[in-house]
């Protein structure tokens, strides 16, 4: 079955490759098997020697790279830059870090004598070979955030990219050949989701990790939970995104906009429901709404271009459908709500702010994967929260306000993997990422996130 990379922009096929059939696969799963009995030996000197190095190309192969995932996936090209750059920069903070978060840790004395032993200490070692199932979304950073930690610990890694970057896929697996790291370290496996459950029934498979959609994340926690392995899984999100009336109004519209549309509104972490105060809903409205309808939409590879095309045909007609049933329901398009006239080809959407939402409109419960923005008024914080809690979905959420007991009340009582207040949503390598409920289990990225496909080890002497 052909692996293709079209262009969103354009519709054009710009590659085609063919899947690796069983007998590549197993020697891949040898290779990485292989690989790590004694990659795992190696020092945190080593390690952070090679990863460095992947860093310094991958910083050298900048432009090139952010114009293979500008034509795969349609991202604006200078946000495919920034994740180019932003890569860079946690390779190079776990090759600084990972010894020290991986560090002994000792019991207090009194514990240790209380438990009978003269010394005892935690101990960290790495799981093994983890599968990385991985989307089109961010393909650089999502694997980087996974690769980094994970060979780090001293794990190797099997890459299963999304089918529609596989430019991007092999250029991955090619980096971290270059910079040195052993044969088997890590491995793109150019593969159809089909061939996924096999490859993570192996039992040289120890862990695997996904981000993606609800319905794959279901599938692989399903299959490793029949086979006990350890899964993180990072997966759709439907962040609020709150603004209180001691907040700065225009500067949390100018903000909306970036935290929508970012990634042409593909990407988990945007925000997606605002949830205004009636105090100031007028006026934060017309201007998100209106800073909504000034963005260009057009060729991502063009400099002056805000929002490129959504990366699949069918994730427009998705996105269509939800508006559209929104719509049909009584919502208020206060802009957008269709494709671009001047755009014939590619898969353009138009920015759209949605007013009048209802609980019985799809759009109040399903993720909108797209540059739409729905928005809802309050009249306090009691039903700020409410409103934000009320989705399957758990990732992370926005807050706007001054007013420090709102904030103590939002992170007591948002359900989500993080509150940022005055800002929007954001993944660094030093802070923990992940959801609740539907958004999936397990943390990524800081101390939390190598350690999740670590053997945590109780040593213990007896006195």
């Not at 999936?440 to 800081?446: I, N, P, V």
């Amino acid at each position: 079955m052909p692996i293709a990379s079209v262009n969103p922009a354009t519709g054009e096929t710009l590659k085609t490759f063919e899947a690796i059939g069983p007998e590549v696969i197993e020697e891949r799963l040898a290779a990485a098997h292989a690989a790590f009995r004694t990659f795992r030996t190696t020092s945190f000197a080593e390690r952070s020697r090679l990863l460095k190095r992947a860093a310094a190309l991958l910083e050298e192969d900048h432009d090139d790279i952010a114009r293979t995932m500008t034509c795969e996936m349609g991202k604006p090209l200078a946000a495919a830059e920034a994740e180019a750059a932003k890569c860079v920069k946690a390779m190079r903070w776990y090759a600084d870090h990972a010894e020290r978060l991986l560090a002994d840790e000792y019991p207090a004395e009194d514990d240790v004598l209380d438990s009978g032993a003269a010394r005892a200490r935690v101990h960290y070692r790495p799981l093994g070979v983890v599968l990385a199932v991985m989307p089109w979304n961010f393909p650089l950073w999502q694997v980087v955030r996974f690769a980094a930690p994970a060979l780090m610990a001293g794990n190797t890694g099997l890459l299963k990219h999304a089918s529609n970057v596989p430019q991007t896929a092999l250029y991955l697996g090619d980096l971290f050949h270059r910079a040195g790291f052993p044969d088997g370290c890590f491995q793109t496996l150019l593969i159809g989701s089909g061939a996924v459950e096999g490859v993570l029934r192996d039992p040289r498979v120890a862990a695997a990790t996904l981000t993606g959609s609800e319905p794959a994340g279901r599938s692989v926690a399903s299959i490793a939970g029949d086979e006990v392995k350890k899964t993180v899984l990072e997966l759709g999100g439907s962040d609020p995104y709150v603004v209180m009336p001691s907040a700065d109004v225009d500067k949390a519209a100018r903000t909306a906009v970036t935290a929508r549309v970012q990634n042409n509104g593909q990407s988990c972490i945007a925000a997606k429901r605002f949830i205004v105060h009636e105090d100031v809903y007028d006026t934060f409205t017309e201007r998100f709404a209106a800073r909504m309808e000034a963005l260009t939409v057009g060729d991502p590879l063009e400099r002056s271009t805000d929002v490129g095309p959504l990366a699949t045909e069918q994730g427009r007609t998705d996105l269509e459908e939800l508006v559209d049933d929104a719509v049909r329901l009584g919502a208020r398009a206060m802009c957008g709500a269709g494709r671009p006239g001047d755009q014939p080809h590619g898969w353009f959407y138009l920015p759209t702010v949605l007013t009048g939402i209802t609980p019985e409109m799809r759009i109040h419960q399903e993720e909108a994967f797209g540059p739409v923005a729905t928005v809802y008024r309050v009249a306090d914080l009691e039903e700020a929260v409410s409103v934000a809690n009320d989705s399957p979905f758990g990732l992370s959420s926005n807050v706007w306000t001054r007013d420090e007991g709102e904030m103590e009340r939002f992170v007591r009582d948002i359900e989500a993997g993080g509150v940022f207040f005055n800002g929007m949503t954001a993944s660094h390598p030093a802070m923990p990422f992940g959801g609740v409920k539907r958004s999936g289990y397990g943390r990524e990225l800081s101390g939390h996130g190598i350690k999740e496909f670590c053997n945590t080890t109780t040593v213990w002497t007896a006195a």
